[in-house]
């Protein structure tokens, strides 16, 4: 697992706080988006981590071709009939790595084990979600144009913008289903196999309840086909009544840009920044 780590210079101390940064679908740890968060963050005195997801980047023999691989690695996946081989490159095995990562960057005396933040953007901040939710050892979380409701969009035929993301697959799926065009069923297929429970005990409504009380900013444009606002609601609100749960509010911030598609923005950046300075 490929792995760009910057780290402050110009100071006498031993040991930082750090925080892992994804990228989105195509993109790759070397992304200028990325470095510049990485860069940003030594400024604050914290170290940042960057790896590529499964193919992706470095993880593509002769590098990659943006999102061609990972798309032929979904489509292989859900052709697999093998259970014992079964990969799962559509986010969760990216999340396996994070997990993996975590504990070696805590065995390393540079690092602040108890001080470790996440972020992603779009699919980097989907496996943000998904990974910080559960593992306690991340503090401080900010998922970026990611929190949604796969359930959601299903139910209110708002699935194109995801589902465009890894296209070819999904028209492959259609065909080996026997459908002409891809359909809300056959993308339902399609994702119950390559993300066994996405549309209920996974999806971002129930996991983001569980990073509450910790600090976690979310991220997200009006306008966003992939990330639709309705369904970015249903997690906000689970979210919120976590948090007034546990008497942690303050430590809950929805951001929601106005007039803005599926994008990151400048002000992403800075308001990410803004909050690990703070929190971690």
């Not at 980047?57 to 079964?86: F, L, P």
């Not at 993308?187 to 129930?206: A, E, M, Y």
């Not at 009544?241 to 992403?268: D, G, Q, W």
Request: hydrophobic share 40%.
């Amino acid at each position: 697992m490929p792995i760009l780590i910057y780290k402050p210079v110009h100071t006498n101390l031993k040991s930082f706080p750090v925080v892992i940064c994804l990228h989105s679908t195509g993109g790759s740890k070397e992304d200028e988006s990325i470095r510049s968060l990485l860069y940003q963050l030594t400024k604050i005195g914290i170290i940042g981590v960057a790896i590529d997801a499964r193919y992706h980047g470095e993880r593509i023999a002769g590098g990659a071709n943006k999102s061609e691989q990972y798309v032929e690695a979904v489509t292989k996946a859900w052709k697999n009939t093998d259970g014992k081989s079964h990969e799962h490159p559509f986010f969760y095995d990216t999340v396996y790595d994070l997990w993996r990562l975590t504990d070696y960057l805590i065995t390393r005396p540079d690092v602040q084990a108890n001080r470790i933040g996440m972020m992603g953007i779009s699919m980097g901040g989907i496996e943000t979600w998904m990974a910080a939710s559960v593992d306690k050892r991340i503090k401080v979380a900010v998922p970026v144009i990611a929190a949604q409701s796969f359930k959601w969009v299903l139910e209110n035929d708002s699935w194109q913008g995801r589902a465009r993301t890894i296209w070819k697959a999904h028209e492959q799926a259609a065909k080996d289903l026997g459908d002409t065009t891809v359909t809300k069923e056959n993308v339902r297929l399609l994702w119950n196999k390559l993300l066994p429970g996405i549309t209920d005990k996974f999806d971002c409504p129930s996991m983001i309840r569980l990073f509450a009380p910790r600090p976690l900013l979310l991220l997200s444009n009006e306008k966003d086909m992939n990330c639709p606002l309705g369904g970015a609601q249903v997690a906000f609100e689970a979210a919120t009544n976590a948090y007034k749960s546990k008497n942690a509010l303050n430590r809950l911030k929805i951001h929601v840009t106005p007039n803005e598609p599926h994008r990151f923005l400048p002000e992403h950046l800075q308001m990410t920044i803004a909050w690990f300075k703070k929190w971690l």
